[in-house]
């Protein structure tokens, strides 16, 4: 039973330290997505007004009115 016992923490280890690995390439390829996404948004769509935001796959844009606060100026859904 003992001579057993390291080849199991051993297969334990191994497996934890695949789902690891997968779970943090998951989240690092995720981050970059949103990255992505949220560059498109500023640059592409928004390029021509002062402000944009993006939050869950939503463009939204900003301009100026005449007293000089921010109204939205554009709202574009993002897949």
């Known amino acids: 039973m003992e001579k057993t016992t390291w080849k ?3 297969i334990i280890f191994i ?3 695949v789902l690891e690995t997968s779970f943090l ?8 997505k949103e990255t992505e996404q949220a560059n498109i948004c500023w640059y592409d ?3 021509e ?8 796959d939503v463009c939204t ?3 100026y009115d005449l007293l000089g606060e ?3 100026a554009k709202t574009e859904y993002m897949k």
């Open 25 to 32: 390439t998951w989240s690092i390829m995720l981050v970059n």
């Open 61 to 63: 844009c900003y301009d």
């Open 49 to 56: 007004y002062p402000e944009a935001l993006y939050d869950s």
């Open 8 to 10: 199991i923490i051993a």
């Open 45 to 47: 769509i928004c390029g």
């Open 15 to 17: 497996v934890l330290f």
């Open 70 to 72: 921010y109204v939205v």
